[in-house]
């Protein structure tokens, strides 16, 4: 083993959102043996630096689900793959044919510009972007749709995400690769990119083999990457799909399931 990748909600962090102690402990002890501790996430880094304390990540990490790489402490990019604007707005044209009253935001520049339909603040609440929806504005449609995005975001006020994913499945529409990570929206990358896709570019650089790679999850956008890794985990409570991407199930992420596995494999 010489990297861990973990995503964060439901996997390493608990309920509240809080990183453990006993999970603390597992990953200071696979840093203390030069095991690459790598956060793997639907979060930008505004979503990370909330945590970043708590599980002392100050090293690489994957955000939008694998569409980049950032160094959080010194803040370079190892790369950022973009869904085009012309597939934006194909995208979002179609949708709106088919289902009336969708909303979307666009996240772009490295994560930290989040550009957001009007009306999209007002169903959001802090959790869901790590953003307050005060902050967020609102602009026209058009202004979301005019730009490269690292992730577009589309919800309903109430239609249940995994809806509007069937639905988006449904059209035909090629170009980009959508996914669900628990949130209360489906997330859209730019095409071929996964949580497998990022890791894989992470690791070539770091020049570490698939097969030394444990990696965690929980959700549809963790599927990938359970796959690609030569270890992968899913929690107690994952969906059936996901547990069947992962080698092994551990326990939940409110029963320290992630530091249990660190702590086995670290003998």
Not at 15 to 20: F, P
Not at 77 to 89: H, N, V, W
Not at 112 to 124: K, L, N, P, R, W
Request: proline share 4%; with cysteine; hydrophobic share 45%.
């Amino acid at each position: 083993m010489r990297l861990i990748a973990t995503d964060l909600d439901g996997t390493l962090l608990d309920s509240t959102s809080a990183v453990s102690p006993r999970t603390r402990a597992a990953l200071d002890a696979a840093r203390a043996r030069g095991i690459h501790v790598v956060p793997v996430t639907a979060r930008q880094p505004i979503g990370l630096r909330a945590i970043a304390a708590d599980a002392a990540f100050d090293d690489w990490a994957l955000c939008s689900n694998g569409a980049y790489a950032v160094h959080l402490t010194e803040g370079r990019m190892l790369f950022a793959e973009e869904l085009p604007a012309d597939t934006i707005r194909t995208l979002a044209e179609a949708l709106r044919a088919s289902i009336p009253g969708l909303l979307f935001a666009s996240v772009r520049e490295g994560g930290e510009t989040f550009v957001a339909q009007q009306g999209y603040a007002e169903i959001a609440d802090l959790s869901d972007h790590k953003r307050d929806p005060k902050t967020m504005g609102g602009v026209p449609l058009d202004q979301v749709v005019s730009a490269p995005s690292l992730k577009f975001v589309i919800r309903h006020p109430e239609l249940a995400p995994a809806a509007l994913y069937d639905t988006l499945r449904s059209l035909g529409l090629t170009g980009f690769e959508a996914t669900l990570s628990g949130a209360p929206f489906v997330e859209v990358m730019a095409e071929g990119v996964t949580k497998a896709t990022g890791l894989a570019r992470l690791c070539a650089h770091l020049g570490i083999d698939r097969a030394d790679v444990v990696a965690f999850g929980d959700a549809l956008n963790d599927v990938e990457m359970l796959r690609w890794a030569g270890r992968g985990v899913a929690m107690a409570d994952a969906a059936p799909v996901v547990q069947d991407a992962a080698d092994e199930t551990t326990l939940s992420n409110d029963e320290d399931g992630v530091a249990r596995v660190i702590e086995r494999l670290l003998g």
